[in-house]
């Protein structure tokens, strides 16, 4: 329960929690927080010409309470185990590629079963949920393990 420093990148849950509606979370930084509310202001960060809205310029800025708010890793692991990576099939919150929303979603294939990529990361092989599939999930697609997600309750 520490108090996040500013400009760490995190995922923020927009919505409320409204009962039959998803859940909606972006990409965003910490601004500042705000001990007397529990609350933090976030920058989304897609924001146009400030793609990791530091500057403030563009970016849209929301007052969050602190338990919508998870902060990314900023490391990847030297050697994985059962307490630092997500098993197949795991419910997980991801990023989607190329855009700044998180999503519910599940693990096809965990970093410690694939390669390096091309810039020197182990990625999770992930499957978003999609209606328009017959199986209800989309094709296994590359996400990076700083953007990949314990889903919360």
Request: net charge negative; with cysteine.
């Amino acid at each position: 329960n520490s108090i996040l420093p500013e400009k760490t990148k995190v995922a923020a849950r927009m919505s409320g929690g409204v009962k039959g509606q998803p859940d909606e979370w972006i990409l965003a930084v910490v601004q500042k927080y705000n001990s007397g509310s529990s609350k933090y202001v976030v920058l989304d960060v897609d924001a146009g010409d400030d793609p990791l809205g530091l500057s403030g310029g563009g970016a849209k800025q929301h007052t969050i309470p602190a338990r919508y708010v998870i902060a990314l890793p900023t490391s990847e692991p030297s050697h994985y185990s059962a307490y630092n990576e997500f098993k197949v099939g795991s419910t997980v919150l991801a990023l989607y590629p190329d855009t700044t929303c998180f999503y519910k979603a599940y693990v096809h294939t965990p970093p410690s079963q694939l390669e390096t990529n091309a810039q020197g990361r182990r990625d999770y092989m992930i499957e978003f949920e999609d209606e328009s599939e017959i199986t209800g999930r989309s094709d296994p697609i590359r996400v990076p393990q700083k953007y990949t997600l314990r889903l919360p309750p």
